[in-house]
């Protein structure tokens, strides 16, 4: 019944390992995103795809790769995790509008708290 | 890039009407404004989203004057079930590279 779904809840893991963090989304939109919110509670865009294809990249460490093995999933892998790299990972999801100038409400997945020691 | 401002923290008695502006002075022609809210330890959840003038739903009044270089989230008579931080977002098309611009977020406490 879940829409926006995230796996695992908690990480915690050693600097300098590779971890995945999974969402799935069963709402049938195009547009799937993954948000980093830090400690302040600052909620920042990490990625977005759209049917597949990478549409927005902020400034992130090129450690982070997103990867979408179809339109209801999009992964996020990280390697070489870092201390700073603790924060709690958002998974969200969209459908573009069909109607001119009209904007998507994004759907967000319960979140994915890590920490990195 | 439209970046949002918005005070840190507010805080409120229960039954007020709780007034949250934000400010996006280089709103675009193409941007909407969106309000979501997030409890602790959840996701951020829609609350209202507007392009000009005022919309209401059955959470909360959006008003945005006719310049829409801001924008001020009204929630009607606030419980203690409102404490939560509130997030201002102008989005725009994507087709194309637009970035989405999240505000720092607003702090709501109801005291009881």
């Known amino acids: 019944d879940t829409a926006v779904s995230q796996t695992p809840k908690y990480l915690v893991t050693q600097m300098g390992n590779d971890k995945s963090i999974k969402c799935e989304q069963n709402?049938?939109?195009?547009?799937m995103y993954w948000y980093k919110q830090d400690s302040k509670k600052f909620l920042k865009i990490m990625f977005s795809?759209?049917?597949?294809?990478?549409?927005i990249n902020e400034t992130v460490p090129n450690r982070f790769s997103p990867k979408s093995p179809d339109k209801a999933h999009l992964n996020l892998h990280i390697n070489s995790l870092e201390l700073g790299d603790s924060a709690v990972y958002f998974c969200?999801?969209?459908?573009?509008?069909?109607?001119?100038?009209?904007?998507?409400?994004?759907?967000f997945g319960p979140g994915t708290r890590l920490l990195v020691l | 890039l439209a970046k949002t401002t918005q005070p840190i923290s507010m805080d409120s008695y229960e039954g007020q009407e709780v007034n949250i502006t934000c400010s996006h002075n280089n709103i675009a022609t193409n941007d909407y404004i969106t309000w979501y809210q997030q409890f602790p330890s959840q996701g951020p959840r829609f609350i209202i989203q507007g392009y000009k003038t005022k919309v209401t739903n059955e959470v909360a009044s959006l008003f945005i004057p006719a310049d829409r270089k801001s924008s001020t989230l009204s929630l009607p008579r606030v419980s203690l079930s409102d404490t939560a931080v509130y997030y201002c977002l102008v989005v725009s098309s994507f087709f194309g590279n637009e970035k989405l611009t999240f505000g720092t977020g607003t702090r709501l406490t109801i005291i009881p």
């Open positions: 795809y759209n049917n597949k294809e990478l549409i």
């Open positions: 969200a999801s969209s459908q573009e509008g069909e109607a001119v100038n009209y904007q998507e409400t994004q759907y």
């Open positions: 709402l049938g939109h195009d547009t």
